[in-house]
């Protein structure tokens, strides 16, 4: 039979009540008739002491004391064959064996000893001395078994304190069942929307989020689900308009191709240099669609080799700047480079970061309208930083975490990115990563430029 949660932690409340309440009465059962006893026995000295000292006040001696004891405390006793009280029915102190004087002297019978006899001293180690005037004037032997028949007062003060005890397990129990569906109703809820949300996700309701109620680590889980629901919503949307871009960008350069063949079989036109052209356009997004594909697989799967070599970092942005520096001026933009008169070597794959540098350089051109600035900037500290900046569409602050996701396009609309299908920065963020060095983005939001730093450590001998 399964049982939930609420119900568990109910019963194991309930299971600790009963365990604590067992214990306490067995220990109330072991000791409850000792500890009486005891108190008896304390009692029983403590007056045996009064009289003691009393009787001594009075006359200065303890002789006569065992028959100012028996007027004192009995009527009649019962007597022995010489005369004495029999020693079990004559009324000695329950829990005392004996009292002798100060040498030892039986002042009351003794077991084995009557009064007078002379009571051996190891019998007294333990005996409680009685004191007048800072005097030892006699000793009390306690009963060292201390078992005797309790009168029947005793016996229902036990049997009420018994009673006491199970009432308070059964209100203990009641308690412990009550603040245990209380807790755990408290602990179960938060549990029970995470299963329920969860069930939902898992029918694929993305994007379901829940309260958070509490700052323990039930709030952390809760934290941490709203986190997982909230990726994989939006993870679930990329994947959907991944779907739409691929088809887009593979079908419309296919279509144009298959538009010309079918053209040329049916001879409604004739292949010249520009149609050629067209058609060689078309199949360059499809290699480099594909290209950017493999080239990710690869550096994600560690399965891409490095030819890294010691070099000026300024070299690359002096040949991305070179390259790209044409491409600007047709569009209108300015490059700039700037780069100080010393830098540090760095040990990299020369063409593998011309590739990052590449696609840094040509998002910048993308989205920097003509009469923007795109500028080259290399800096140093502890580490190099080539730096990519331009004046540009800018990154809103909810898309700036993503940027370097694959597949991730901050420009939905996708008008300045036929044939691009988000790979750009995944790619240079792998293969920076893949080197050792590190890849950030940094935009004030819309219409405020982005810039992007790559971090590549100095290489050693020049540290040293």
């Known amino acids: 039979m399964k049982h939930s949660l609420k119900s568990k932690l109910i019963l194991s409340y309930l299971a600790v009540a009963l365990v604590t309440i067992a214990i306490m009465v067995m220990v109330t059962q072991f000791t409850s008739n000792q500890s009486l006893l005891n108190m008896f026995t304390d009692q029983q000295v403590a007056q045996l ?12 001696s303890l002789n006569g004391f065992f028959e100012y004891y028996l007027d004192t405390q009995f009527t009649a006793p019962p007597q022995n064959s010489i005369g004495f009280p029999q020693a079990p029915e004559y009324g000695v102190p329950r829990g005392i064996a004996g009292l002798v004087d100060a040498n030892g002297r039986a002042l009351l019978p003794n077991p084995g000893y009557d009064v007078g006899d002379i009571i051996p001293s190891e019998r007294l180690k333990d005996a409680e001395a009685v004191k007048v005037d800072g005097q030892v004037v006699a000793y009390i032997i306690r009963d060292p078994v201390s078992k005797f028949d309790l009168k029947p007062e005793e016996r229902r003060y036990i049997q009420s304190t018994r009673l006491a005890i199970g009432l308070a397990a059964v209100v203990g129990m009641g308690t412990a069942i009550l603040l245990g569906m209380l807790l755990a109703g408290r602990i179960n809820q938060p549990v029970q929307r995470l299963t329920e949300a969860s069930v939902r996700v898992a029918q694929g309701e993305l994007g379901k989020q829940l309260p958070v109620t509490s700052q323990d680590e039930l709030g952390q889980l809760t934290r941490s689900f709203n986190q997982m629901s909230a990726d994989l919503a939006r993870g679930d949307a990329e994947r959907k308009r991944l779907v739409a871009d ?4 593979l079908s419309t350069p296919l279509q144009i191709i298959s538009g010309y063949i079918e053209m040329l079989e049916d001879g409604d036109i004739q292949m010249t240099p520009e149609r050629i052209g067209i058609i060689k356009t078309e199949i360059e997004h499809l290699r480099r669609m594909v290209g ?5 697989s690869q550096v994600e799967a560690g399965g891409l080799d490095f030819q890294k070599t ?6 690359l942005l002096r040949k991305m700047f070179a390259t790209y520096q044409p491409i600007a001026l047709r569009q209108g933009i300015a490059l700039v480079l700037e780069i100080p008169l010393a830098l540090c070597q760095v040990e990299v794959d020369e063409g593998r970061m011309l590739q990052v540098l590449k696609n840094l350089v040509e998002n910048a051109l993308r989205y920097t309208p003509p009469g923007g600035r795109i500028l080259l900037r290399a800096e ?3 580490m190099v930083r080539l730096v990519v900046e331009d004046t540009g569409a800018g990154i809103e602050p909810e898309d700036l975490p993503y940027i370097f996701e694959r597949f991730y396009q901050v420009d939905k609309a996708r008008s300045a990115n036929r044939g691009k299908m988000g790979l750009g920065l995944a790619i240079s963020k792998a293969l920076t990563e893949a080197q050792g060095c590190r890849i950030e983005a940094r935009s004030s939001g819309k219409d405020q430029g982005t810039t992007i730093i790559v971090s590549i450590a100095c290489a050693k001998s020049c540290e040293d």
């Open 246 to 249: 691929i088809t887009h960008d």
């Open 310 to 315: 010691r070099l000026d970092p300024a070299q």
């Open 380 to 382: 140093q500290d502890e």
């Open 49 to 60: 002491s009064e009289s003691v000292s009393a009787y001594y006040s009075n006359n200065r």
């Open 292 to 296: 950017d594909l493999t080239t990710l």
